[in-house]
């Protein structure tokens, strides 16, 4: 009987130091992952807000529609919502007077200190410019043109400088009528620097207008 109970006893201690091999530190488990908190799995990606993007060093994430608006805003005005150049053009996105009743603006000084009323005017043309492109957006898409492959988002940036009569002229030559807007930057400079970006949510409208 006792060297039963010592048997069983020394099993005991052997199976129970064996165990303590495997159990986790409080501050990492066996693959050295940290444990989960529940409150912290919420997918955040994709995401419309451009902040949420700032520090991903994730080469496509540029290319959403979000980029698209920046980068032209960059390119009109610095992203600048007050800001009128020398010929008169507006805000963040630089509309003219005639561009903004197009759509339904009609007060200017309204326009340039609304900043979510700029926004919703640069989507507005851009359903336009896109319902008036929409031939050239089915036709050229993917063609190369004078050097430059043509994307939807390019001819609807190209659009947004020179007008959609200015893009036409340009695709349906071949690139070879070199249109420009009155500060000698050209359709084809837009096409190029503003190809690839996501504008397939844009819904093509005739007559848009921002309320």
Known sequence: MLKKWAFYSSLTLIIAYLSSGFKPTDSQNQDGLQPINQKEMSYLFPSQDEKDYANLNVPFTGKFF???????????????????????????????????????????????????????????LLSKNKWQLRDEIEKFSGAIISGVKITESGILAAAHLGGAGSVKRFLNSNGAKKCKDDYGTSVKSYMRDFGGYETSGIIADNDPKVK
Do not use: R
């Open 66 to 124: 979000i980029g698209f608006k920046e980068a032209v805003a960059f390119k009109e005005s610095q992203g600048k919502y007050h800001k009128v150049n020398s010929l008169g053009y507006m805000g963040k996105y630089q509309f003219g007077a005639e561009t903004l009743a197009s759509i339904g603006i009609h007060d200017s000084v309204a326009f340039l200190n609304n900043p979510k009323l700029q926004e919703k005017a640069f989507v507005a």
